[in-house]
């Protein structure tokens, strides 16, 4: 097998950045190499005020959807991985080992959230050959009381359409596709390799139908770009009519490895935007101000208009009927999203 990195460089690099310099290249296709790496850890806790879950699970690094505005492209810098598009071409599945997952999955509480898919996509065309995303949902099966959310952009989550449901009867799940716009010109330039819109609301029908809880979130809004009002309720009602329980969505934070990628990005696609984005985004990560809240109010009108929910619903699983009172911890969708 090949490796990533010659042997000498990796003398130099430690942890997780030598672990996945010396990953074996397990397969390659013409844009990305998929390889495998060993992993310790499964289950990551989050300490952010920024998002509302308390553990998350990533079953991939890297992301081959190649989003211009993807905020997770730093992971891969953990892996001396600087250059911004490795994120999208080198993609590491989890090497897994079902006994050290539900070894920490024990000594995590029931009543804590956690949320899958919240750093990469976790049915990104990798899952197709390593089905790591699919393992884990089958462990969790096995589970009983817990608080488990999954997002995504491929409609390869109604694969799995039956394996959800099965969790939802034990555990409170919620599942989530992240659709920016039901443009398919501009989804296809912001998200190049992620499933088209409309078949995106299509997996939501999909799921909704099989009985599986799920919302649409419309993250990152983009000034200029899907942030119109017309755009959003367009999108809104395609997602109550598909059964969608909720809707959220939040204005972009652009970091600098994100900026590294848009900025270039809206200069060639659209000059005229490029400026007042590299202005507004000049001295923070976040836009400030009367921006976010108009956005809210949009956002709020579309929901009350297709009765969608702000919040994630509590719901009370078959499997606790008749059990005590459990308590319920979801909230609103947070600002991760793949
Ligand atoms: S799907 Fe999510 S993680 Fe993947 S590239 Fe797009 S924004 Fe990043």
Redesign the pocket.
């Known amino acids: 097998m090949d490796t990533l990195f010659p042997l000498p460089e990796q003398t130099r690099l430690v942890g997780i950045a030598r672990a996945a310099a010396g990953s074996p290249v397990l397969e390659a296709k013409r844009r990305v190499d998929y390889l495998e790496l060993p992993t310790r850890r499964y289950i990551t806790k989050c300490d952010s005020e920024r998002v509302p879950f308390q553990w998350t699970i990533n079953p991939y690094r890297g ?1 081959e ?3 211009k ?4 492209r730093y992971t891969h810098e953990f892996m001396e991985l600087r250059d911004g598009l490795s994120f ?1 071409t080198r993609i590491f599945a989890k090497q897994w080992d079902p006994r050290a997952f539900a070894q920490e999955l024990r000594r995590i509480p029931r009543n804590h959230w956690i949320a899958i898919g919240t ?3 976790p049915y ?1 065309p990798a899952e197709r050959r390593f089905g790591v995303t699919r393992r884990m949902l089958e462990a969790l099966a096995r589970e009983r009381g817990r608080r488990l959310s999954i997002t995504t ?1 491929s409609d390869l989550m109604t694969r799995d359409a039956d394996l959800l449901r099965t969790i939802s009867a034990s555990n409170v799940l919620h599942a989530a596709l ?1 659709i920016t716009t039901l443009d398919e010109e501009l989804a296809r330039l912001i ?1 190049p390799y ?1 499933t088209r819109p409309a078949l995106r609301i299509k997996a939501v029908e999909t799921l909704t139908k099989a009985g599986i809880r799920a919302g649409v979130v419309a993250s990152p809004i983009l000034p200029l770009l899907n942030d119109g009002e017309s755009g959003l309720d367009e999108l809104a009602r395609a997602a109550a009519g598909a059964g969608a329980l909720y809707f959220g969505g939040h204005v972009v934070f652009l970091k600098p490895c994100a900026r590294q990628v848009f900025f270039p990005f809206l200069e060639r696609h659209y000059p005229r935007l490029a400026g007042r984005y590299r202005e507004r985004f000049a001295r923070s990560s976040y836009l400030r101000g009367a921006y976010p809240e108009t956005v809210e109010r949009r956002i709020e009108a579309v929901r009350r208009r297709y009765g969608l929910g702000r919040r994630i619903p509590d719901y009370r699983p078959e499997a606790w009927e008749g059990e005590e009172q459990r308590e319920l911890a979801f909230g609103e969708p947070g600002r991760a ?2």
């Not at 505005?69 to 997770?72: M, S």
């Open positions: 992301c959807f190649g989003c505005y993807c905020y997770a999208e750093a990469t996509d990104q952009k992240t998200e992620a999203d793949p």
